[in-house]
């Protein structure tokens, strides 16, 4: 270490080119790195899916997701599983732990897949397994409003044409489209003409299907060339499609002699809102490697020369996540220059020097750049947390260089190159003890699982590249500066009447009770009684509370109503919240998707339930909001506004109630106004007799696939017209479908249906909800007297997460007393020092919790990582104070002058440091999320400064006394 420091000194431009270096590597690097809102975040939910057809949703648990949860239970690294059973649906997550490979699992699971196929039944389809990401807000939310209300060609073109010009866009990862309607043809048979000619939809519709084929008929070539050949015998007209001929016992018949064809639309399926217009939703997301801000920007860059394309339809961008990012992120790097600004303020109004408090202040963009630099070589983001571990950093980054220039200035008064050396030195051991204390807390951070190893690594890294660049420009930068630039009359040790009168006081203080062990004892009790009082009445949460001005619901419609009346409730529900208040926006949406597996897969999701949104500008027009909810006669449930950080770690609070039967599970609800999954529907339901069955020699299976054809239609291929393709669908007319009118053809034979059995109706559920392979309901909270009468065994979402959290903690607070400990025995030789110098963070603690509780803030994981930073920056005046000590041979005592003469460096290392934080103590409309942090930093601080001045120097005093005898 001191050939550094010589070094430095005696070649004072050599470092500053070294430094020079060191910037611009920085600056290349902070114009190259990606921007993210978070940290890489893990995917740990694996979703497995699987269909079967006119199964109901009860037989379809039996026969399909218990084998399922069975055969995935062995799966390495599983840690919770749930599943939720439709109507010939099955859906099983698979939550892992942390830190098991995502695709290591996905191979697992296949090769389960793989055995599984051979259990379930034979119809069904094969299971399939992906990486689930539904809970996850998309990045961006288009609505796509035709001018001329044609919802058909908006809803076609979005599909076909728009969502491939933004799949183009390099990072674009699923793109789903939802709403509209969906152009058909209906060839509509007439039921009378079909039963004479003893005609089946199958035989109809392979008729159609042969008549409207391309196929390649392979090649032919002479002497020269080759050609390609293929037999064309597509559908031009309709008149072609009503001229298809059909083969009957009787001879030929052409379809126009039994059926009808109307032009339609397919059965709506959702729909969407933009204030009171219906529109097309398209929700794209990101890839997981690319940056939301790049993806986002490239994305509203492609929409404008969409606009230009498409003139026929308006284009609105109804949520963008990257504008939160970027909000977020201006705001930290604001707080960051505040920060600079006000450091150094500080060190001018100490050091009354500009030129002195401008070298010191050059250690922060030095340290900044290098932590970028550090950040970029690891293949970390420039994220939320990453800018907020550098940000809050600036304080403790001038600490080092403070006290080396004051010290070298102030005790020589000379820049002479031995003084220069020498008074570096002379702080040497105690610089490097409290970098390495400040560093050495952040390492666990690096082993641990969970949240803390998944959001803390990057700022963990920022941090401790920083406070090391800290540390490396203290013994070689400063010196050199001091060397080049200063002479000994830039340093005025003007006294500063407040700090002058701190000094003196400070000093009688000490002659009075340096020797008074039970001061010492009664303030280390009382910060620990104060801790033990206020931690129980904080408020615990994982994730600080995010505001925003908009209002999230889901309304609740009745399980009876048709999409249809659904979408015209919703519109009229709409207006009435527009009508009433002015300049809001409010977006809504209903149904699903039948591709839509992750929607499928969501308990919370109904074709029933609609979500909506609104966005709001003042606090009045939220109540106004919540008034037009409360008066609307609808029921609803509203939604906590869930920021990035807790949708992209699947932070949920919900209450589960677990029953080994469905049967005490609804004892166990029906107490209970509102659960989820609550869809129930009454059912027609045909039971075959086997006696007329076997009379007619009709198979059962036959019966159901044949009432299913005549209910729901079969899909006969597609039309081309005009370069688009319309589905065509058999069907029977509507008013035709009765079952007094039912007929099934067989082998020449027409039957009644009634003759086949009887019709009864019964009421079903129509989805069902399991966890960790027992049958479940979640209860909504919709009054808070229902909490208290939950079961004792209510599994609660929020609270297991919370344990997870706090032993996590209790683990990360041990690891970090046990590293600091090692460290600090090392450094002094001693067993008992390190102890001594651990009494700072009861004091801290107090200080952290005492702030937390005053503004209203509540205890989650960064005021936890508050709490471990506390860890390395408290210790680090005990050992300023320690390191100063100034042993009297003649009396064998400690001078209390000694302890007095780091009060300044001391003072200004610590508001420094406070100061710095002040611009993230302030929650700028809601959505500094690194509030509770700094609080708790600054609480520790400020309320460990005086109980550290007046503890310390009675242990050093009681120490050196026992040493002595």
Same mark, same amino acid.
């Given at each position: 270490?001191?050939?550094?420091?010589?070094?430095?000194?005696?070649?004072?431009?050599?470092?500053?080119?070294?430094?020079?270096?060191?910037?611009?590597?920085?600056?290349?690097?902070? =114009?190259?790195?990606?921007?993210?809102? =978070?940290?890489?975040?893990?995917?740990?939910?694996?979703?497995? +899916?699987?269909?079967?057809?006119?199964?109901?949703?009860?037989?379809?648990?039996?026969?399909?997701?218990?084998?399922?949860?069975?055969?995935?239970?062995?799966?390495?690294?599983?840690?919770?599983?749930?599943?939720?059973?439709?109507?010939?649906?099955?859906?099983?997550?698979?939550?892992?732990?942390?830190?098991?490979?995502?695709?290591?699992?996905?191979?697992?699971?296949?090769?389960?897949?793989?055995?599984?196929?051979?259990?379930?039944?034979?119809?069904?389809?094969?299971?399939?397994?992906?990486?689930?990401?539904?809970?996850?807000?998309?990045?961006?939310?288009?609505?796509?409003?035709?001018?001329?209300?044609?919802?058909?060609?908006?809803?076609? *073109?979005? *599909?076909?044409?728009?969502?491939?010009?933004?799949?183009?866009?390099?990072? %674009?990862?699923?793109?789903?489209?939802?709403?509209?309607?969906?152009?058909?043809?209906?060839?509509?048979?007439?039921?009378?003409?079909?039963?004479?000619?003893?005609?089946?939809?199958?035989?109809?519709?392979?008729?159609?299907?042969?008549?409207?084929?391309?196929?390649?008929?392979?090649?032919?070539?002479?002497?020269?060339?080759?050609?390609?050949?293929?037999?064309?015998?597509?559908?031009?007209?309709?008149?072609?499609?009503?001229?298809?001929?059909?083969?009957?016992?009787?001879?030929?018949?052409?379809?126009?002699?039994?059926?009808?064809?109307?032009?339609?639309?397919?059965?709506?399926?959702?729909?969407?809102?933009?204030?009171?217009?219906?529109?097309?939703?398209?929700?794209?997301?990101?890839?997981?490697?690319?940056?939301?801000?790049?993806?986002?920007?490239?994305?509203?860059?492609?929409?404008?020369?969409?606009?230009?394309?498409?003139?026929?339809?308006?284009?609105?961008?109804?949520?963008?996540?990257?504008?939160?990012?970027?909000?977020?992120?201006?705001? %930290?790097?604001?707080?960051?220059?505040?920060?600079?600004?006000?450091?150094?303020?500080?060190?001018?109004?100490?050091?009354?020097?500009?030129?002195?408090?401008?070298?010191?202040? =050059?250690?922060?963009?030095?340290?900044?750049?290098?932590?970028?630099?550090?950040?970029?070589?690891?293949?970390?983001?420039?994220?939320?947390?990453?800018?907020?571990?550098?940000?809050?950093?600036?304080?403790?980054?001038?600490?080092?260089?403070?006290?080396?220039?004051?010290?070298?200035?102030?005790?020589?008064?000379?820049?002479?190159?031995? +003084?220069? $050396?020498?008074?570096?030195?002379?702080?040497?051991?105690?610089?490097?003890?409290?970098?390495?204390?400040?560093?050495? %807390?952040?390492?666990?951070?690096?082993?641990?699982?969970? $949240?803390?190893?998944?959001?803390?690594?990057?700022?963990?890294?920022?941090?401790?590249?920083?406070?090391?660049?800290?540390?490396?420009?203290?013994?070689?930068?400063?010196?050199? !500066?001091?060397?080049?630039?200063?002479?000994?009359?830039?340093?005025?040790?003007?006294?500063?009447?407040?700090?002058?009168?701190? *000094?003196?006081?400070?000093?009688?203080? =000490?002659?009075?009770?340096?020797?008074?062990?039970?001061?010492?004892?009664?303030?280390?009790?009382?910060?620990?009684?104060?801790?033990?009082?206020?931690?129980?009445?904080?408020?615990?949460?994982?994730?600080?509370?995010?505001?925003?001005?908009?209002?999230?619901?889901?309304?609740?419609?009745?399980?009876?109503?048709?999409?249809?009346?659904?979408?015209?409730?919703?519109?009229?529900?709409?207006?009435?919240?527009?009508?009433?208040?002015?300049?809001?926006?409010?977006?809504?949406?209903?149904?699903?998707?039948?591709?839509?597996?992750?929607?499928?897969?969501?308990?919370?999701?109904?074709?029933? &339930?609609?979500? !909506?949104?609104?966005?709001?500008?003042?606090?009045?027009?939220?109540?106004?909001?919540?008034?037009?909810?409360?008066?609307?006669?609808?029921?609803?449930?509203?939604?906590?506004?869930?920021?990035?950080?807790?949708?992209?770690?699947?932070?949920?609070?919900?209450?589960?109630?677990?029953?080994?039967?469905?049967?005490?599970?609804?004892?166990?609800?029906?107490?209970?106004?509102? !659960?989820?999954?609550?869809?129930?529907?009454?059912?027609?339901?045909?039971?075959?007799?086997p006696i007329k069955c076997n009379f007619y020699k009709i198979p059962r299976y036959y019966i159901s696939s044949t009432l299913y054809q005549m209910l729901e239609g079969l899909n006969a291929g597609d039309f081309l017209q005009?370069?688009?393709?319309?589905?065509?669908?058999?069907?029977?007319?509507?008013?035709?479908?009765?079952?007094?009118?039912?007929?099934?053809?067989?082998? &020449?034979?027409?039957?009644?249906?009634?003759?086949?059995?009887?019709?009864?109706?019964?009421?079903?559920?129509?989805?069902?909800?399991?966890?960790?392979?027992?049958?479940?309901?979640?209860?909504?909270?919709?009054?808070?007297?229902?909490?208290?009468?939950?079961?004792?065994?209510?599994?609660?979402?929020?609270?297991?997460?919370?344990?997870?959290?706090?032993?996590?903690?209790?683990?990360?607070?041990?690891?970090?007393?046990?590293?600091?400990?090692?460290?600090?025995?090392?450094?002094?030789?001693?067993?008992?020092?390190?102890?001594?110098?651990?009494?700072?963070?009861?004091?801290?603690?107090?200080?952290?919790?005492?702030?937390?509780?005053?503004?209203?803030?509540?205890?989650?994981?960064?005021?936890?990582?508050?709490?471990?930073?506390?860890?390395?920056?408290?210790?680090?005046?005990?050992?300023?104070?320690? *390191?100063?000590?100034?042993?009297?041979?003649?009396?064998?005592?400690?001078?209390?002058?000694?302890?007095?003469?780091?009060?300044?460096?001391?003072?200004?290392?610590?508001?420094?440091?406070?100061?710095?934080?002040?611009?993230?103590?302030?929650?700028?409309?809601?959505?500094?999320?690194?509030?509770?942090?700094?609080?708790?930093?600054?609480?520790?601080?400020?309320?460990?400064?005086?109980?550290?001045?007046?503890?310390?120097?009675?242990?050093?005093?009681?120490?050196?006394?026992?040493?002595?005898?």
């Amino acid at each position: 270490m001191k050939n550094i420091i010589e070094y430095s000194v005696k070649h004072p431009v050599s470092v500053m080119m070294y430094f020079l270096l060191v910037f611009a590597a920085g600056l290349l690097s902070a =114009l190259t790195i990606k921007m993210d809102y =978070l940290p890489f975040i893990s995917d740990r939910t694996l979703l497995v +899916s699987t269909s079967y057809n006119g199964i109901p949703s009860s037989q379809m648990k039996e026969l399909v997701t218990i084998p399922v949860e069975d055969a995935f239970s062995s799966i390495k690294g599983i840690k919770n599983m749930s599943s939720l059973t439709r109507d010939g649906l099955s859906f099983v997550k698979i939550e892992l732990q942390y830190k098991t490979n995502i695709n290591a699992s996905l191979i697992e699971s296949r090769q389960i897949i793989d055995r599984l196929s051979q259990i379930l039944p034979q119809d069904c389809s094969k299971p399939e397994v992906d990486i689930f990401g539904g809970q996850k807000k998309h990045l961006l939310k288009i609505a796509v409003i035709p001018k001329n209300k044609d919802l058909c060609t908006a809803r076609y *073109e979005s *599909e076909k044409e728009i969502k491939q010009f933004l799949q183009k866009i390099n990072g %674009v990862g699923k793109i789903s489209v939802k709403g509209g309607l969906k152009e058909q043809l209906d060839i509509i048979l007439n039921p009378e003409l079909v039963t004479s000619r003893n005609l089946s939809l199958e035989q109809i519709q392979n008729a159609i299907m042969s008549s409207n084929y391309e196929y390649p008929a392979g090649t032919i070539s002479d002497l020269k060339n080759e050609y390609i050949l293929k037999t064309s015998g597509l559908y031009k007209t309709i008149e072609e499609i009503y001229e298809t001929p059909i083969h009957t016992e009787n001879g030929i018949i052409l379809l126009k002699e039994i059926a009808e064809i109307k032009p339609s639309f397919d059965d709506k399926e959702s729909f969407s809102f933009f204030n009171s217009e219906e529109c097309i939703e398209i929700s794209v997301d990101k890839k997981t490697e690319f940056s939301p801000i790049t993806v986002s920007k490239n994305i509203r860059s492609e929409l404008e020369n969409i606009k230009m394309l498409y003139p026929q339809f308006d284009f609105h961008i109804i949520s963008d996540i990257s504008k939160q990012i970027k909000n977020s992120i201006f705001l %930290v790097y604001i707080s960051a220059i505040i920060s600079s600004l006000i450091t150094f303020l500080i060190l001018f109004v100490f050091l009354r020097s500009i030129k002195i408090s401008l070298i010191v202040s =050059l250690t922060i963009p030095v340290c900044i750049l290098f932590s970028i630099t550090v950040l970029s070589l690891a293949g970390k983001t420039i994220n939320l947390f990453s800018l907020s571990g550098i940000s809050i950093s600036i304080g403790m980054i001038v600490d080092t260089s403070i006290i080396v220039i004051e010290n070298v200035l102030k005790s020589t008064k000379k820049t002479a190159d031995k +003084s220069i $050396i020498f008074g570096t030195l002379n702080v040497q051991k105690s610089n490097i003890s409290s970098c390495m204390t400040t560093i050495i %807390v952040f390492i666990p951070f690096f082993l641990l699982p969970g $949240i803390f190893g998944e959001l803390f690594c990057d700022l963990s890294l920022a941090i401790m590249a920083s406070i090391s660049c800290s540390l490396l420009i203290s013994f070689t930068f400063i010196p050199a !500066c001091i060397k080049l630039f200063l002479k000994p009359g830039d340093y005025k040790n003007v006294s500063i009447p407040f700090l002058h009168k701190a *000094e003196l006081y400070y000093k009688n203080f =000490l002659f009075r009770h340096i020797s008074d062990i039970k001061l010492k004892n009664k303030i280390i009790f009382l910060s620990f009684l104060c801790s033990i009082i206020i931690f129980p009445l904080l408020k615990k949460e994982i994730i600080q509370n995010y505001e925003d001005k908009k209002i999230e619901f889901t309304i609740i419609y009745p399980q009876n109503y048709s999409i249809e009346h659904t979408q015209s409730c919703t519109k009229e529900f709409i207006n009435r919240v527009l009508e009433s208040i002015q300049h809001i926006t409010i977006t809504s949406d209903g149904g699903i998707e039948s591709t839509d597996f992750e929607s499928l897969a969501d308990i919370s999701r109904s074709k029933n &339930n609609v979500a !909506c949104c609104i966005t709001y500008k003042t606090r009045s027009q939220k109540q106004k909001i919540r008034e037009v909810l409360k008066s609307s006669g609808l029921k609803y449930s509203l939604l906590q506004s869930k920021d990035i950080t807790s949708d992209a770690l699947d932070i949920t609070d919900t209450y589960i109630i677990c029953a080994a039967s469905e049967q005490e599970l609804e004892n166990k609800t029906h107490d209970f106004p509102s !659960c989820i999954p609550d869809e129930y529907q009454n059912e027609h339901i045909f039971i075959p007799d086997p006696i007329k069955c076997n009379f007619y020699k009709i198979p059962r299976y036959y019966i159901s696939s044949t009432l299913y054809q005549m209910l729901e239609g079969l899909n006969a291929g597609d039309f081309l017209q005009n370069g688009k393709y319309i589905p065509l669908k058999i069907k029977y007319p509507e008013e035709k479908l009765d079952e007094r009118k039912l007929y099934i053809q067989y082998k &020449n034979t027409t039957i009644p249906i009634r003759s086949l059995g009887k019709f009864s109706t019964e009421y079903n559920r129509k989805s069902l909800f399991r966890y960790n392979k027992l049958d479940a309901k979640e209860i909504i909270l919709s009054d808070k007297n229902i909490k208290s009468r939950l079961p004792k065994d209510t599994i609660s979402t929020s609270y297991e997460q919370k344990k997870e959290l706090f032993k996590t903690s209790l683990v990360l607070i041990l690891i970090t007393l046990l590293l600091l400990y090692c460290l600090l025995g090392s450094q002094f030789e001693s067993f008992l020092m390190p102890l001594i110098f651990l009494l700072t963070v009861i004091p801290s603690f107090t200080g952290a919790l005492i702030f937390l509780f005053i503004f209203n803030q509540t205890l989650n994981i960064n005021g936890i990582l508050a709490l471990i930073i506390l860890f390395g920056t408290s210790v680090n005046n005990s050992i300023i104070l320690y *390191e100063s000590i100034n042993f009297n041979q003649a009396s064998r005592s400690i001078s209390p002058d000694c302890f007095v003469s780091r009060l300044r460096p001391i003072v200004i290392t610590t508001l420094t440091s406070v100061c710095a934080l002040i611009p993230f103590t302030i929650s700028f409309s809601g959505i500094n999320t690194q509030t509770s942090m700094a609080i708790a930093l600054t609480g520790g601080l400020i309320v460990s400064l005086p109980a550290i001045l007046i503890i310390y120097p009675i242990i050093f005093t009681s120490v050196f006394k026992r040493s002595s005898k």
